[in-house]
């Protein structure tokens, strides 16, 4: 689901920063996708796809005969996303994509760089 809201993001369907020039979303996943996927990558950057691809691991690891722990995959998944939007923010400073709204990695990847 989050991937498929990912894959049809549109900048003009409604969501929380605007309301769009559309009064229905195009996404795939209707309305709720449409704020989903927003706030996904208004948050992360094009890590929201690193995000579904931790999710598929991670669930292939629970039908395997030593899954990892709730607790375990909340750590390294939180690690390996924050680690990637401020990467990707430090290497491309300032870029925008997406009609020029969304940073590659994020808010929380352009909040981390200027942390470190």
């Not at 993001?9 to 996708?33: K, M, V, W």
């Not at 039908?63 to 996303?81: D, H, N, Y």
């Not at 990637?84 to 870029?95: E, M, Q, R, Y």
Request: charged share 10%; with cysteine.
């Amino acid at each position: 689901f989050i991937a498929l809201s990912l894959w049809s993001y549109n900048p003009e369907d409604p969501s929380l920063n605007s309301i769009g020039h559309r009064q229905s979303a195009t996404n795939f996943c209707g309305l709720f996708g449409s704020f989903l996927s927003d706030m996904a990558l208004q948050l992360f950057g094009i890590t929201a796809w690193a995000g579904v691809a931790i999710l598929l691991y991670f669930g292939w690891q629970s039908v395997r005969a030593k899954p990892l722990s709730q607790l375990e995959r909340g750590i390294w998944g939180a690690a390996f996303i924050l680690v990637s939007a401020s990467l990707l923010s430090l290497h491309f400073n300032n870029t925008l994509f997406f009609k020029n709204q969304i940073y590659i990695g994020g808010v929380i990847g352009h909040f981390l760089q200027f942390q470190l």
